[in-house]
Protein backbone atom coordinates (compact mmCIF):
# COMPACT_ATOMS: atom_id res chain seq x y z
CA UNK A 1 0.00 0.00 0.00
CA UNK A 2 1.10 3.84 -0.96
CA UNK A 3 2.74 5.37 2.10
CA UNK A 4 0.44 8.74 3.93
CA UNK A 5 2.57 11.66 3.97
CA UNK A 6 1.22 15.48 5.04
CA UNK A 7 -0.18 17.77 2.96
CA UNK A 8 2.57 19.74 1.49
CA UNK A 9 0.81 23.11 0.58
CA UNK A 10 1.29 25.49 3.58
CA UNK A 11 -0.22 25.22 7.14
CA UNK A 12 -1.72 22.12 6.35
CA UNK A 13 -1.42 18.59 8.18
CA UNK A 14 -4.12 16.76 6.84
CA UNK A 15 -2.58 13.21 5.48
CA UNK A 16 -2.74 12.28 1.95
CA UNK A 17 -1.20 9.45 -0.20
CA UNK A 18 -0.34 12.06 -3.23
CA UNK A 19 2.03 15.16 -3.01
CA UNK A 20 -1.55 17.09 -1.57
CA UNK A 21 -4.71 16.95 -0.04
CA UNK A 22 -7.48 16.21 -2.11
CA UNK A 23 -8.91 19.91 -1.47
CA UNK A 24 -5.76 21.40 -1.98
CA UNK A 25 -5.45 19.75 -5.14
CA UNK A 26 -8.59 20.18 -6.46
CA UNK A 27 -8.00 24.42 -5.88
CA UNK A 28 -4.43 24.64 -7.53
CA UNK A 29 -5.46 22.25 -10.05
CA UNK A 30 -9.09 25.21 -10.95
CA UNK A 31 -7.20 27.90 -9.91
CA UNK A 32 -3.40 28.01 -9.55
CA UNK A 33 -3.14 28.97 -5.93
CA UNK A 34 -4.13 27.44 -2.74
CA UNK A 35 -6.48 29.93 -1.83
CA UNK A 36 -9.83 30.63 -3.01
CA UNK A 37 -10.78 33.72 -4.91
CA UNK A 38 -12.83 36.62 -3.19
CA UNK A 39 -16.39 35.36 -3.07
CA UNK A 40 -18.65 37.87 -4.47
CA UNK A 41 -21.34 38.76 -1.73
CA UNK A 42 -24.45 36.54 -1.60
CA UNK A 43 -26.32 39.66 -3.56
CA UNK A 44 -25.94 41.33 -6.92
CA UNK A 45 -23.29 44.05 -6.60
CA UNK A 46 -25.58 46.50 -9.00
CA UNK A 47 -26.27 49.29 -6.34
CA UNK A 48 -30.29 48.82 -5.55
CA UNK A 49 -30.55 45.67 -7.03
CA UNK A 50 -31.72 42.70 -3.94
CA UNK A 51 -31.82 39.79 -6.07
CA UNK A 52 -29.60 37.01 -5.16
CA UNK A 53 -26.20 36.70 -6.74
CA UNK A 54 -25.86 34.19 -10.01
CA UNK A 55 -22.78 34.98 -11.68
CA UNK A 56 -20.08 37.42 -12.01
CA UNK A 57 -21.23 38.87 -8.64
CA UNK A 58 -24.65 40.02 -11.16
CA UNK A 59 -28.13 38.61 -10.75
CA UNK A 60 -29.17 36.57 -13.20
CA UNK A 61 -30.81 39.73 -15.33
CA UNK A 62 -27.94 41.92 -14.96
CA UNK A 63 -25.66 39.08 -15.74
CA UNK A 64 -27.14 38.13 -18.79
CA UNK A 65 -27.14 42.56 -19.95
CA UNK A 66 -23.57 42.00 -19.08
CA UNK A 67 -22.58 39.03 -20.90
CA UNK A 68 -24.32 40.64 -23.72
CA UNK A 69 -24.34 43.77 -24.21
CA UNK A 70 -21.39 44.48 -21.95
CA UNK A 71 -23.50 46.68 -19.48
CA UNK A 72 -25.48 45.16 -16.63
CA UNK A 73 -27.55 48.36 -16.60
CA UNK A 74 -28.46 48.54 -20.22
CA UNK A 75 -32.29 49.11 -21.30
CA UNK A 76 -33.70 45.83 -23.30
CA UNK A 77 -36.17 46.89 -25.18
CA UNK A 78 -37.84 44.52 -27.86
CA UNK A 79 -39.74 44.56 -30.96
CA UNK A 80 -43.26 43.88 -28.89
CA UNK A 81 -42.11 46.74 -26.97
CA UNK A 82 -40.81 48.69 -29.85
CA UNK A 83 -44.71 48.41 -30.92
CA UNK A 84 -46.23 49.44 -27.74
CA UNK A 85 -44.14 52.65 -27.60
CA UNK A 86 -44.73 53.57 -31.32
CA UNK A 87 -48.30 52.28 -32.03
CA UNK A 88 -50.35 52.14 -29.17
CA UNK A 89 -49.31 54.77 -27.02
CA UNK A 90 -50.03 57.51 -29.89
CA UNK A 91 -53.08 55.09 -30.96
CA UNK A 92 -56.47 57.39 -30.61
CA UNK A 93 -59.00 55.44 -32.78
CA UNK A 94 -62.32 54.38 -31.90
CA UNK A 95 -61.56 50.64 -33.83
CA UNK A 96 -59.75 47.80 -31.58
CA UNK A 97 -55.83 47.32 -31.69
CA UNK A 98 -55.03 43.69 -31.58
CA UNK A 99 -51.85 43.05 -30.34
CA UNK A 100 -49.38 41.31 -32.54
CA UNK A 101 -47.01 39.65 -29.97
CA UNK A 102 -47.27 37.67 -26.87
CA UNK A 103 -50.04 37.14 -24.81
CA UNK A 104 -50.76 35.02 -21.61
CA UNK A 105 -53.04 32.07 -21.90
CA UNK A 106 -56.47 34.00 -21.60
CA UNK A 107 -55.25 36.32 -24.69
CA UNK A 108 -54.63 39.41 -23.01
CA UNK A 109 -51.60 40.97 -24.29
CA UNK A 110 -48.41 41.20 -22.62
CA UNK A 111 -45.01 43.18 -22.96
CA UNK A 112 -41.62 43.11 -21.06
CA UNK A 113 -39.61 46.39 -20.93
CA UNK A 114 -36.59 45.73 -19.59
CA UNK A 115 -36.89 42.62 -17.80
CA UNK A 116 -40.32 43.48 -16.17
CA UNK A 117 -43.38 41.99 -17.87
CA UNK A 118 -46.61 43.66 -18.03
CA UNK A 119 -50.18 44.11 -19.36
CA UNK A 120 -50.03 46.09 -22.29
CA UNK A 121 -53.51 47.01 -22.23
CA UNK A 122 -52.91 48.34 -18.23
CA UNK A 123 -50.07 50.50 -19.51
CA UNK A 124 -52.38 52.16 -22.51
CA UNK A 125 -54.77 52.80 -19.35
CA UNK A 126 -52.41 54.98 -17.38
CA UNK A 127 -51.69 56.55 -20.21
CA UNK A 128 -55.08 58.06 -21.11
CA UNK A 129 -56.28 57.82 -17.79
CA UNK A 130 -53.76 58.80 -15.49
CA UNK A 131 -52.49 56.24 -12.86
CA UNK A 132 -54.92 53.71 -10.74
CA UNK A 133 -57.19 55.28 -8.13
CA UNK A 134 -56.33 52.48 -5.78
CA UNK A 135 -54.32 49.05 -5.51
CA UNK A 136 -58.03 47.56 -5.89
CA UNK A 137 -58.98 48.78 -9.26
CA UNK A 138 -57.64 46.91 -12.69
CA UNK A 139 -57.61 48.18 -16.07
CA UNK A 140 -61.37 47.04 -18.12
CA UNK A 141 -61.99 46.81 -21.78
CA UNK A 142 -65.35 48.75 -22.76
CA UNK A 143 -65.26 46.63 -26.12
CA UNK A 144 -65.08 43.16 -24.19
CA UNK A 145 -62.11 42.22 -26.68
CA UNK A 146 -59.58 42.04 -24.28
CA UNK A 147 -59.27 38.49 -23.85
CA UNK A 148 -58.79 38.73 -27.92
CA UNK A 149 -55.60 41.22 -27.39
CA UNK A 150 -57.29 44.87 -27.66
CA UNK A 151 -55.08 47.14 -26.64
CA UNK A 152 -56.70 50.33 -27.93
CA UNK A 153 -56.20 52.71 -25.29
CA UNK A 154 -59.54 54.49 -25.45
CA UNK A 155 -60.93 51.41 -24.98
CA UNK A 156 -59.82 51.52 -21.52
CA UNK A 157 -60.77 52.33 -18.43
CA UNK A 158 -60.03 51.81 -14.51
CA UNK A 159 -62.85 49.91 -12.62
CA UNK A 160 -62.85 46.95 -9.68
CA UNK A 161 -63.05 43.05 -10.50
CA UNK A 162 -66.67 43.19 -9.66
CA UNK A 163 -66.93 45.61 -12.43
CA UNK A 164 -65.13 43.29 -14.84
CA UNK A 165 -67.74 40.27 -13.74
CA UNK A 166 -71.03 42.39 -15.18
CA UNK A 167 -68.44 43.57 -18.21
CA UNK A 168 -68.05 39.81 -18.80
CA UNK A 169 -71.73 39.01 -19.00
CA UNK A 170 -72.34 42.06 -20.74
CA UNK A 171 -70.02 40.94 -23.20
CA UNK A 172 -71.74 37.70 -23.60
CA UNK A 173 -67.71 36.34 -22.24
CA UNK A 174 -69.39 34.04 -19.25
CA UNK A 175 -72.83 33.22 -20.67
CA UNK A 176 -73.02 34.07 -24.65
CA UNK A 177 -71.29 33.30 -28.13
CA UNK A 178 -67.63 34.63 -26.62
CA UNK A 179 -66.89 31.94 -24.14
CA UNK A 180 -65.72 28.97 -24.98
CA UNK A 181 -67.28 27.13 -21.59
CA UNK A 182 -70.63 28.59 -22.63
CA UNK A 183 -73.58 26.04 -22.16
CA UNK A 184 -76.08 28.15 -23.82
CA UNK A 185 -76.86 31.20 -25.89
CA UNK A 186 -78.36 34.68 -26.46
CA UNK A 187 -80.81 32.81 -29.18
CA UNK A 188 -80.80 29.79 -26.90
CA UNK A 189 -81.97 32.00 -23.74
CA UNK A 190 -84.78 33.57 -25.46
CA UNK A 191 -86.34 30.06 -26.47
CA UNK A 192 -86.39 28.65 -23.59
CA UNK A 193 -87.78 31.84 -22.27
CA UNK A 194 -90.64 31.11 -24.86
CA UNK A 195 -91.01 27.65 -23.65
CA UNK A 196 -91.42 28.41 -20.34
CA UNK A 197 -95.13 26.92 -18.97
CA UNK A 198 -95.43 24.92 -22.11
CA UNK A 199 -92.80 22.20 -21.28
CA UNK A 200 -90.90 21.30 -18.15
CA UNK A 201 -87.42 21.93 -17.04
CA UNK A 202 -86.71 18.44 -17.67
CA UNK A 203 -87.91 18.59 -20.97
CA UNK A 204 -86.71 21.81 -22.00
CA UNK A 205 -83.06 21.06 -20.79
CA UNK A 206 -82.95 17.77 -22.46
CA UNK A 207 -83.68 20.15 -26.05
CA UNK A 208 -80.74 22.14 -25.43
CA UNK A 209 -78.02 19.67 -23.86
CA UNK A 210 -78.41 21.27 -20.18
CA UNK A 211 -79.40 20.68 -17.06
CA UNK A 212 -82.97 21.86 -14.97
CA UNK A 213 -81.25 24.16 -13.18
CA UNK A 214 -79.32 25.75 -15.51
CA UNK A 215 -82.92 26.08 -17.59
CA UNK A 216 -84.93 27.02 -14.39
CA UNK A 217 -82.17 29.71 -13.52
CA UNK A 218 -82.87 31.10 -16.52
CA UNK A 219 -86.13 31.47 -16.90
CA UNK A 220 -86.09 33.20 -13.52
CA UNK A 221 -83.09 35.40 -14.61
CA UNK A 222 -81.09 34.21 -11.70
CA UNK A 223 -78.43 34.11 -14.83
CA UNK A 224 -78.82 36.08 -18.11
CA UNK A 225 -80.37 38.59 -15.84
CA UNK A 226 -79.67 41.48 -18.79
CA UNK A 227 -80.50 39.72 -21.59
CA UNK A 228 -84.57 40.94 -22.88
Given at each position: ???????????????????????????????GSFELPERF???????GCTRKH???????PHYLKWRRHGDPLRQ??????????????PYRGKACLIWRFGRNKKGYAQVRIDGVDGYVHRLACIEVNGPPPSEDHIALHDCGNGHLGCVAPLHTYWGLRSDN???????????G????????????????????????????????????TTVQDAIARRTWYWLD
Open positions: MAKTRICAAPGCDKRCRATYCDAHYKRLKKYPQGCKVEDAKGYCKIVGLGATSFLEEVLQIDRVVHDEVYRGCSNAKLTTDDVRQIRTLSGKMTATAIGEMFGVNR
